[in-house]
């Protein structure tokens, strides 16, 4: 499954109403950290196509989903399950760490 673009309009549908957890980071274009975090989300959502939903929110384009969530520092990954909020990771962390988190909360 690739990484879903998720943004104000889709975000009901894609998180809340999800029937499975959801990865998501919380990024900028411009952020070196979350550039760094891409290509782990990338894998993530390859591999973890049963189990996990993973979806990516502009920050700068969605300021309203970063306010709900209080994210001051990007990349954040929240892994939200049943509309509520699992596990945080803030700034670049291993694949490892992440893949035991969803681990956890599927």
Same mark, same amino acid.
């Given at each position: 499954m690739s990484v879903l673009r998720i943004t104000s309009e889709n975000y009901e549908e894609e998180v809340l109403q999800?029937?499975?957890? %959801? &990865? =998501?980071?919380f990024y900028a /274009?411009?952020?070196g950290p979350c550039?760094?975090? #891409?290509?782990? !989300?990338e894998e993530i959502a390859e591999e973890a196509t049963?189990? !996990?939903? %993973? #979806?990516? =929110? /502009?920050?700068?384009e969605n300021q309203d989903l970063a306010m709900k969530y209080s994210v001051m520092s990007i990349p954040t990954i &929240?892994? =939200?399950? /049943?509309?509520k909020v699992e596990k945080t990771f803030v700034g670049v962390r291993d694949k490892s760490e992440i893949l035991g988190a969803i681990g956890d909360v599927s």
């Open positions: 999800s029937d499975k957890p %959801v &990865l =998501i980071d /274009n411009w952020c550039r760094a975090m #891409g290509p782990v !989300i049963d189990s !996990i939903k %993973v #979806g990516k =929110i /502009n920050v700068d &929240l892994v =939200i399950k /049943n509309g």
